[in-house]
């Protein structure tokens, strides 16, 4: 079975990124050009963006409020079938936006039989929006979506946790990672979509924290990386 192929799930998705690339077109331009100027480096913008978030990451993603900040539809399938792959039944999602990913994860889960997504999401009219879109994709029943701080949401989770989508604010990687990390299952499969923080980084690579990590050849350029929970 592929739930990810029929209606009213494929329908409903190459609605929902089409409606992400016109509503973050701008600001991609922004980032881009901010990325291409002469007199900076990538390198550099990125440490810009996690002092900022450092600073107030509540701020920061607050700013965001009305972009979608979405997967690619070729990132969204690699989730599908990683999680289809991983059979799992418990994952957990950092930053749900409006529940791009969530559906490509969610529809895994329900051809792998069933299971639960327990996401989590700070701005309340995302929550909104990802709760109504999860509903029409005819998934709800698979996922929580918390609101607030994923700190505090993301506290209270049954394991064993078989797979770990970090896609919301960059500087709190890590710390959703620890907080997760005792319940990840052995094999646990961790994604960081847009995995720039050195910290976050770092810890993967010390094989003393008990992971195996390596950058995905997805989405050139947005640093998506890989990990295995094999400590």
């Known amino acids: 079975m592929n739930t990810l192929t029929t209606s009213p799930v494929i329908t ?18 922004t980032m881009m050009a901010r990325f291409n100027a002469p007199e900076t480096s990538a390198e550099q913008v990125m440490a810009e ?27 969204g399938q690699f989730l599908y079938m990683m999680t289809r792959a991983c ?3 418990r994952v957990v999602e950092f930053g749900t936006s409006m529940g791009i990913s969530t559906i490509y994860l969610a529809t895994a889960l329900r051809d792998n039989g069933g299971g639960q997504l327990i996401g989590s999401e700070m701005e309340r009219t995302k929550v909104a929006q990802a709760r109504a879109n999860l509903d029409a994709a ?13 700190l505090e949401t993301l506290r209270d989770i049954d394991g064993p946790v078989d797979l770990l989508l970090l896609d ?17 299952a052995p094999g646990a499969a961790i994604f960081g979509e847009n995995a720039f923080d050195p910290d976050y980084i770092a810890y993967l690579n010390n094989p003393a924290n008990g992971y195996l990590s390596q950058t995905l ?12 929970r094999v400590g």
Request: no cysteine.
């Open 168 to 184: 919301g604010a960059f500087s709190l990687y890590l710390p959703v990672l620890k907080l997760i990390e005792p319940r990840l």
């Open 87 to 89: 059979k799992a039944r």
């Open 49 to 75: 963006l996690l002092a900022q978030e450092r600073a107030d990451y509540r701020s920061v993603y607050h700013d965001y409020a009305d972009n979608f900040l979405a997967v690619s539809p070729r990132y």
């Open 217 to 228: 050849p997805l989405d050139e350029g947005r640093g998506n990386g890989f990990a295995v």
């Open 12 to 29: 409903l998705l190459e609605t929902l990124h089409r409606n992400a690339e016109t509503s973050d077109r701008e600001l991609m331009e």
């Open 138 to 150: 005819g998934l709800a029943d698979l996922v929580d979506i918390r609101e607030g701080d994923a």
